[in-house]
């Protein structure tokens, strides 16, 4: 199977073989002669497949490296709780677009195209979920009444806290890792204590989670991973 989105143009000049080359866009293109069977187009593709993957893959790390947008190519590794899984494309008639099983992010063939669209609607009601579960853990724990949870699209503030204690959080915390996930949780929690970042806030912030700087750097270092 090829499952990879791809643009062919058929040559009327005297062209005698296929070629394909991917642009700077991460667009496959594929040259064949005029008359060529769509059998032997599908043989050539398949045959060429692992190279375009793994083409694609390098130019999506360049992309990301210069804070370009994700390419979603087979491979392509995504984090979830400090981990990262790779994509897997494959047929699932019948079952959610997006799954993780066995260790990789597994993709129905036909959602290539709202790939994005997909992964940022399993992330963030993954995130709802967690979020609530360690909110409300800490909150237990500190004694607070129940709060409101609310999930973001927001790139860097992952979470802040309303003047009537409404808890936000971004569902791209849901990729950093288990303890800078509760860190970000009891920072918002200190701020229905304190409105401000004195040393009394801190000072609570530190009595709930003692190695809180090292979460904090953490996401300090590592933020632009947590882009999509």
């Keep these: 199977m090829f499952d990879i989105p791809y643009t062919l143009i058929r040559s009327k000049k005297r062209r005698r073989t296929l070629s394909l080359r991917i642009d700077d866009d991460g667009r496959v293109i594929v040259h064949v002669p005029h008359r060529t069977p769509e059998s032997e187009i599908a043989s050539f593709l398949r045959a060429k497949k692992d190279w375009i993957e793994k083409n694609l893959r390098v130019l999506d790390r360049r992309s990301r490296e210069k804070g370009g947008p994700r390419r979603f190519v087979p491979g392509d590794t995504f984090l979830y709780l400090g981990n990262a899984y790779p994509l897997e494309v494959c047929e699932r008639d ?3 677009a997006l799954a993780l099983l066995h260790g990789t992010f597994q993709m129905g063939a036909g959602s290539r195209e709202k790939a994005r669209e997909i992964f940022v609607k399993w992330y963030a009601g993954r995130a709802k979920e967690i979020m609530a ?13 129940p709060v409101e949870i609310r999930i973001t699209s927001a790139k860097s503030r992952y979470g802040s806290c309303s003047a009537d204690n409404r808890l ?3 569902w791209r915390l849901i990729m950093a890792p288990y303890p800078v996930i509760d860190y970000v949780i009891v920072h918002e929690l200190a701020h229905i204590r304190h409105k401000n970042h004195s040393k009394r806030f801190w000072g609570f912030v530190e009595s709930v989670m003692p190695d809180y700087r090292q979460q904090r750097h953490w996401l300090n270092e590592n933020n632009h991973l947590l882009m999509l």
């Design 94 to 96: 019948g079952r959610p």
């Design 168 to 170: 936000s959080f971004s």
């Design 133 to 145: 579960e360690r909110v409300n853990h800490y909150r237990q724990q500190l004694k607070f009444p």
